[in-house]
């Protein structure tokens, strides 16, 4: 998907279990961000800079809605340790991830496998794709996506 695609939709289960459209937040900015694992320390960091501006985002009608292959226990576990306030969906089988493009290959440590590529999509109330940020660095991510929609 690019910047002016309309973004596909999709159904996902978050942390508690219930199943969360796309479709639902239509009429609010939707900061979609996919991240590779729970609890791990660039993940852990990311959410928690999303969680402290929730609030901000929430005044310019926007929500957030964070997403890995973790399951939705997982997903509970995250969110209780570190106190998370944002919604995380999960995608077990990457399906959600291949439709977004950002299941790719990737190189750590010198091997190749395919994972989550750390990206975020800033999608309009009308469910255009507005900005794509990839490999997306942690540190000052969150406010650099809310200075996107301010």
């Not at 919604?87 to 091997?111: A, E, H």
């Not at 800033?122 to 942690?138: A, D, F, Q, R, S």
Request: hydrophobic share 35%; glycine share 6%; with cysteine.
């Amino acid at each position: 998907m690019n910047e002016g695609d309309n973004a596909e939709d999709f159904c996902l289960k978050d942390a508690d279990g219930k199943n969360v459209c796309l479709k639902d937040y239509r009429g609010r900015w939707v900061v979609l961000y996919f991240y590779p694992k729970d609890l791990t320390p660039g993940c852990t960091l990311e959410a928690l800079d999303f969680s402290t501006l929730k609030k901000d985002f929430e005044k310019k009608n926007a929500v957030i809605l964070g997403v890995s292959k973790d399951s939705c226990e997982s997903h509970q576990k995250f969110i209780d340790k570190k106190k998370l306030t944002i919604r995380l969906l999960s995608d077990p089988d990457s399906m959600i991830q291949k439709k977004f493009g950002v299941w790719r290959l990737k190189k750590f440590m010198g091997k190749e496998f395919t994972g989550t590529i750390r990206t975020t999509f800033l999608i309009n109330p009308t469910g255009k794709i507005k900005k794509i940020w990839e490999k997306v660095k942690v540190r000052g991510h969150a406010s650099e996506v809310f200075a996107a929609i301010a």
